[in-house]
């Protein structure tokens, strides 16, 4: 019965994140001067350009993103490119000032690629949509890595407390903290970079309280890999 009460408790808890999560992205605007995220048009835009990057290396047909249209709700830049979009018809002076090369603007070699990847990838499945659906896709994805953040959370507080109700309540703290939810409910680097520092913590916790091994050393260094290729 207590296990029952229990599994009953985490699955409030997640219905509770991911309603919250769902709220605030369907509710948040898009536009940069009425509330939109901070810095959620940059982030989008160089998933777009990660999606037109693999559909070139994958020399597959180019999907028709829409990425133009971003600039009706961008107050903050004078064209496309600024955002990190490549566009040579919106932007020739722009795109010509630059070297050419297949990393999103602004991101570094590293920094944020993994996000933009990931971004990308979706964006690359969808059907041919508006550039505010492609953009709402991404927000539903970002909640989802939150889901992966609040188990992380969960198993690291097992791990260290071998209590599932501090579990619980550990998940619950880090999963409904208005930050934290703001944060996982937007298209950016923070929330990927979250879940990276906790797979790391808990890689770490496995190997400091259950000794080395392959697979736990594996998983640290997956975790510190993905540290450096999200934020």
Do not use: W
């Not at 990931?118 to 896709?137: A, D, K, N, T, Y």
């Not at 950016?188 to 000794?211: C, D, F, K, M, Q």
């Amino acid at each position: 019965m207590k296990n029952v009460s229990l599994t009953y408790i985490a699955l409030g808890l997640l219905i509770s994140f991911v309603s919250l999560g769902g709220l605030r992205a369907g509710a948040t605007p898009i536009e940069d001067d009425k509330g939109g995220f901070p810095d959620e048009l940059f982030h989008f835009a160089r998933s777009l350009q990660s999606s037109m990057v693999i559909a070139e290396s994958m020399t597959i047909s180019t999907p028709d993103l829409d990425a133009n249209s971003l600039m009706k709700f961008s107050t903050r830049v004078d064209n496309i490119c600024e955002l990190g979009y490549e566009d040579r018809l919106a932007c020739p002076e722009f795109f010509e000032t630059r070297v050419h090369n297949l990393i999103p603007a602004g991101s570094g070699a590293i920094r944020g690629s993994g996000v933009y990847l990931m971004h990308g990838l979706i964006q690359l499945l969808l059907p041919e949509i508006s550039v505010q659906s492609r953009l709402i896709f991404g927000r539903v994805f970002a909640i989802c890595i939150g889901v992966a953040l609040i188990y992380v959370v969960y198993s690291l507080a097992n791990l260290l407390f071998n209590d599932s109700r501090l579990a619980i309540a550990s998940a619950a703290l880090v999963g409904l903290m208005p930050s934290v939810s703001n944060i996982i409910s937007a298209v950016s680097t923070e929330g990927p970079a979250l879940l990276a520092v906790g797979l790391v913590l808990l890689a770490a916790a496995n190997i400091a309280i259950r000794g080395y091994s392959l697979s736990r050393l594996l998983g640290l260094i997956f975790g510190l890999v993905a540290c450096l290729f999200t934020k």
